[in-house]
């Protein structure tokens, strides 16, 4: 490591992007920013009846530039003068079609307001239809190709988002050259590439949601696709056969984006992965542990040896592919398509009179009736944790299953839909909110138990994220239903974080990225141990939630 070396780390979230600026030599955080998407927040090119969620690309180019100019604002121009390299994480599958320059759709000309020229956000589940065809498609061929992806393919990945915008669209289709996810666009962005074939990709999307294997020699053959429909014919050959784990470098920045940013002309720029995998690193992940990234929907992240994984395929996750979140080791990823979600979900339920009925009073002064409304959602969440907290722990209370969004792992099913059942006229809103608290830590008990029924053990858990640093009554629950002390990350940051020990790697500051992690990691700053009174019953009410979520399952198949 050489002195006065600082590295940017850019994490792509759901509703913002937020970059920071990090000393490559220790890790500290000089200098951050925030930056809301405007057209998002303003709910433009969202049905989300009928699950669509689209991102415009501007909204990620405003967003890239705006913070990195903010944060070098605040660091000044020694700490600007230093910067080595920029990594990029996005949440995922998250993909877009690109003309040949590699160029989203939405910005050129006669595109600028569709929103199937747009980003596919990860939620989006508009293609549950095209999902289902390639899982049962997947069954005629001698090679299973969906065997490194859990054996089913999801509705929030590359392939089934590609083919349901080309159905949809006929003029997307005709312009569309190829397929890009988002962490692969923005580093070819900054790098100024000018053809889509140009494209690097990184092995963390190829592999876990576009069923790149070295296995198949990349991706499967043209065949697979244009048997599945004819729209697809050729399209693997516009996409890519060569992948790169996230510690290589996806070239140097560009003059424009040198001048735009006032960045020096020799930053590298490393290969992007998704908000998880980069996330998993920043939080210091260990073999076996399994790394939960809790936001707005959960990704859990394992890493094994390889040698000691050899041959072992976990059903039912969102994939198991060399490299994918430290070179050299087996990432395994999973995780719940509802988390906070399902939180925000009962918050804007029981917000609904307040912001639908009290907001047309007369009564009250408009500024101050504003800021009560927001005073008053704002505390909903800490009002009912404080108080579901205080609720004995019974085997017979309102029960819940947590798939308000489908299910995500283990096995995949968009279609699936949450439940709450055991009400009662004493049903109140502290004891429903417990009961959707607890569905979400018996989801994520279930993917716990589905890695280690497949011969894979976690050993430790380990918390990053928003809810996990913000709230000590849920991560508490969950080291009681999973009767297993979960580690909680001190950084506010571990995807920011994560970015930036990548950053680090591909500029050459260290020699590996786990050499990275160990300089520029942060450590641990709470530690949720079971209670043991709570576990046995805490156990029997599991059983009961699969067997509720049994019986949702079969209503809905049947």
């Known amino acids: 490591m050489k002195n006065e070396a600082f590295v940017i780390g850019v994490d792509y979230g759901t509703d913002s992007v937020r970059s920071v600026i990090i000393d490559a030599t220790n890790g500290n955080e000089i200098a951050s920013s925030v930056f809301y998407y405007p057209r998002w927040r303003d ?28 944060c070098i604002q605040k660091a000044g121009s020694v700490v600007a003068k230093n910067i080595k390299a920029i990594s990029v994480d996005t949440t995922g599958s998250s993909p877009v079609a690109i003309d040949e320059t590699g160029t989203p759709l939405a910005l050129t000309s006669g595109f600028e307001q569709n929103p199937n020229a747009m980003f596919v956000l990860w939620k989006d589940h508009t293609s549950v239809k095209e999902a ?30 590609l083919l349901h915008v080309l159905r949809a669209d006929i003029s997307v289709m005709h312009a569309c050259y190829s397929w890009a996810e988002h962490c692969d666009w923005i580093p070819f962005l900054l790098t100024g590439g000018k053809h889509a074939l140009e494209m690097k990709r990184g092995v963390c999307s190829a592999g876990h949601k576009a069923l790149w294997a070295e296995e198949f020699g990349g991706l499967p053959p043209d065949d697979f696709f244009s048997s599945l429909d004819p729209l697809l014919k050729g399209f693997t050959s516009r996409l890519f056969t060569k992948t790169f784990t996230a510690d290589k470098a996806a070239g140097t920045i560009s ?33 076996y542990h399994l790394s939960k990234v809790m936001g707005t929907s959960t990704c859990d992240m394992l890493v094994a040896p390889l040698n000691e994984v050899e041959g072992k395929l976990v059903r039912g996750i969102c994939g198991q592919v060399p490299g994918s979140v430290i070179p050299g080791m087996m990432g395994m990823e999973a995780g719940q398509s509802a988390f906070g979600d399902a939180y925000a979900w009962f918050k804007n339920l029981l917000a609904w009179p307040i912001e639908n009925i009290l907001s047309k009073s007369s009564l009250i002064d408009a500024d101050v009736l504003k800021n009560i409304i927001n005073s008053t959602t704002e505390k909903i969440i800490p009002e009912l944790s404080k108080q579901a907290e205080q609720l004995p722990v019974d085997e017979k209370s309102e029960l819940a299953v947590d798939w308000l969004n489908g299910r995500r792992t283990p096995d995949a099913n968009q279609l699936l839909k949450g439940a709450i059942t055991g009400l009662n006229l004493g049903s109140d809103a502290p004891r429903a909110f417990r009961a959707i608290v607890e569905s979400t830590c018996f989801g994520a008990k279930a993917i716990v138990d589905r890695f280690n029924d497949e011969g894979i053990p976690v050993k430790g858990l380990i918390g990053l994220g928003g809810v996990a640093k913000k709230s000590p009554f849920i991560m508490q629950m969950m080291a009681d239903v999973m009767n297993m002390p979960i580690r ?6 571990t995807c920011a974080l994560g970015a930036g020990m990548f950053a680090a790697t591909a500029a050459g500051l260290y020699e590996k990225v786990e050499d990275a992690m160990n300089a ?11 209670n ?8 029997k009410r599991y059983e009961a939630y699969n067997k509720l979520g049994n019986f949702v399952e079969q209503g809905i198949n049947n």
């Open 132 to 161: 289902a065809e390639i899982n049962e498609h997947a069954t005629k061929f001698d090679t299973n190709y969906l065997q490194f992806v859990g054996g089913i393919y999801s509705t929030e990945w590359f392939w089934a988002k």
């Open 520 to 530: 520029m990691g942060s450590g641990f700053d709470a530690e949720y141990k079971p």
């Open 532 to 539: 043991k009174a709570n576990v046995d019953v805490y156990s």
């Open 488 to 493: 909680i990350h001190k950084s506010e940051q």
């Open 43 to 70: 709910g433009l090119y969202c049905n989300p009846s009928q699950n669509q969620f689209r991102q415009h690309p501007l909204d990620y180019v405003e967003g890239l530039e705006a913070t990195i100019k903010d």
């Open 255 to 287: 003059k424009e984006w040198s001048e735009r940013l006032g960045l020096p002309a020799d930053v590298i720029i490393g290969i992007g992965a998704f908000d998880a995998h980069m996330g998993a690193v920043g939080g210091q992940i260990e073999p």
